[in-house]
């Protein structure tokens, strides 16, 4: 059984920081792809950014580039979303996720079959 648990959301101003990390345990994850992903409220998911378990390759949204950072511990298992000069849009409950057959991140939601529950990120105005 895989499990993902997020922590570190929570309510921030405008312009604050964030670190969300997301734990992974059950399977060996050493080549495949994890992912942040974000919905909403009222909207869809949307890829936030995503990075090779072992590889460190990275991509990101449009909408985070420069302001989020994704890395990963390998020797903890964990996947870290750093998040930096935070806007109201970036309010929205966020997910972590893994895929068992991507070799490299994708931004595309239905490639990733393992979720975590998610966590909320408030950024207040």
């Known amino acids: 059984q895989v499990q993902l648990v997020e922590s570190g959301g929570g309510l921030v101003q405008i312009g604050g920081s964030l670190r969300l990390s997301c734990a992974a345990s059950?399977?060996?994850?050493?080549?495949?792809?994890m992912a942040w992903f974000r919905q909403a409220p009222g909207k869809e998911h949307e890829f936030v950014a995503g990075?090779?378990?072992?590889?460190?390759?990275?991509i990101y949204a449009d909408s985070v580039k420069g302001r989020f950072t994704i890395s990963r511990d390998n020797a903890k298992n964990t996947v870290y979303l750093q998040m930096n000069s935070l806007k109201p849009e970036d309010t929205a409950v966020y997910y972590c996720?893994?895929?068992?057959?991507?070799?490299?991140?994708?931004?595309?939601?239905?490639?990733?079959?393992?979720w975590g529950q998610g966590t909320q990120v408030t950024v207040s105005s």
């Open positions: 990075i090779r378990w072992s590889g460190g390759n990275t």
């Open positions: 996720t893994a895929s068992s057959t991507l070799p490299l991140p994708r931004p595309s939601r239905f490639e990733y079959d393992y």
């Open positions: 059950g399977r060996t994850f050493s080549s495949y792809a």
